[in-house]
């Protein structure tokens, strides 16, 4: 299910692009050990952003389930003061599951890290020693308690799906620097993917050359990517070139077929990822301390540190846009941040996963002169209750969620917005969906009122017709 729709399609078809007006005469060569393979006309060359940009690529860390932010960067004293008493002067509250107990204090403790001195749950111990570099959104917040609708918004700006994911509007609207590897790379959890499958990483309405490209997080991360054997490379080549002469009959008689446009260009694509690909997702060229850094001697951490080290190879080698999913649909209250039946049991096994992988993604970036380039940005989907479920669960929570950037040259060391003193609303700055995906467009270098594609008769944008970049992120 999950691999559906992603694979080698996510690239798009030179020539589509030419007939929409998309693609420049005479893309520039790519750089790198796989320049040499290229032939011809390249799709998604680098586009011009709308003005400088603070970062190049991004990294998206999306923890799926539903992390509770007021047991990890969102710290609400108030809990425990008001503890066992209900949730009084805040309005009807809604829960997912029903039943909404007395306000619970967090099974876990605070610190203050870094010179900033900002709270930091004792579960991430190795990010809040990067605390100092990270831009804390305490007052974020959604529009749905429902997971998919949740992971819909995020990933496309609307709780409907069939809309473009923000990789492929960030890659629609800036192209890609690496001409053999895809533009936009999505990698989830060995367990299964995200809530809602693949249409968090579709190009919606758009063609369909632009949604997301699915990776293994293993030792054969691109499925079928070599040839058998016995085929020789101009064996190989001549049968491109056949289908590519037949394909292309089929796209005269059927111009608007962007499933089409896609499916041919991923053949090409694929045969230059052939000498590309297997370079840039081979985490075993890495030396043993990076090993060790990113957690990959350690059977907890390894899968997500993989994830993480392939992040920053992909990036490093010009990938656009790189899409981590942690938590997947093997069993959703076990192997997700999905922590209705005992927040401390899932909460503590799941940050264990991560919370190494991601300190180390951020000391290799800084190390190798990247995090300046590279906008990283965690979230989940919404936050939780802070009231108890059953006396030790958290239910869904839309109102409030914490979110925190790094890189991109933003000032670190900060905590924007706040939620009210329980946690259970966004209240001093909120900061919405379509305000941070404007953010995440301007640090990359486009306005989002003027990223748009006409669709149905309208301009289209990722922010619909809202949407404001918070100011201390992009300012600083």
Known sequence: MFQAGGGLSGVALAWLLDQQGMLAAGAPPTSGACAAKVAGPTPFIPKEPHFRPRATSMISLFMSGGVSHVDTFDPKPALNRYAGQPL?????????????????????????????????????????????????????????????????????????????????????????????????VVIYDERGGPFGGPANWSAGFMPAAFQGTVFRASD????????????????????????????????????????????????????????????????????????????????????????????????????????????????????????????????????????RPIAALLTDLQARGLLDSTLVVWHGEFGRMPISQRGVGRDHNPGAMSMWMAGAKIKGGQVIGSSDEFGYKAEQQPVSIHDFHATVLNLLGMDHTRLTYFYNGRNMRLTDVYGDPVPQIVSS
């Open 220 to 355: 054969n991360p691109i499925l079928d990517l070599k040839p058998p054997a016995y085929v020789t490379a101009e064996q190989q080549r001549a049968r491109l070139d056949l289908l590519a002469r037949l394909n292309a009959l089929d796209l005269e008689k059927h111009p608007s077929s962007s499933e089409l446009a896609a499916r041919i260009s991923s053949y090409e694509l694929a045969y230059r990822m052939q000498g590309c690909a297997p370079e840039a997702v081979d985490v075993n060229r890495e030396t043993e301390a990076t090993r060790r850094l990113y957690g990959l001697d350690d059977k907890i951490t390894a899968p997500f540190g993989r994830q993480c080290l392939m992040a920053r190879r992909l990036v490093e080698r010009g990938v656009r846009f790189v899409q981590l999913y942690h938590g997947g649909l093997g069993n959703q209250n076990t192997d997700t941040w999905d922590a209705h039946d005992d927040v401390k049991t899932n909460h503590t096994a799941h940050a264990a996963e991560v919370d």
């Open 88 to 184: 009084t002067g805040k309005g009807e509250v809604i829960v997912r599951q029903g039943n909404p107990g007395p306000l619970m204090p967090s099974p876990f403790s605070f610190r203050k890290y870094g010179e900033s001195g900002i709270d930091v749950s004792e579960i991430f111990p190795h990010i809040a020693q990067h605390v100092d570099h990270l831009a804390i959104l305490r007052s974020v917040y959604g529009q749905s308690n429902d997971h998919v609708q949740a992971h819909y918004l995020i990933a496309s700006g609307t709780v409907r799906m069939g809309f473009p994911s923000v990789g492929s509007w960030v890659t629609y609207g800036l192209g890609t620097e690496n001409q053999n590897l895809p533009a936009f």
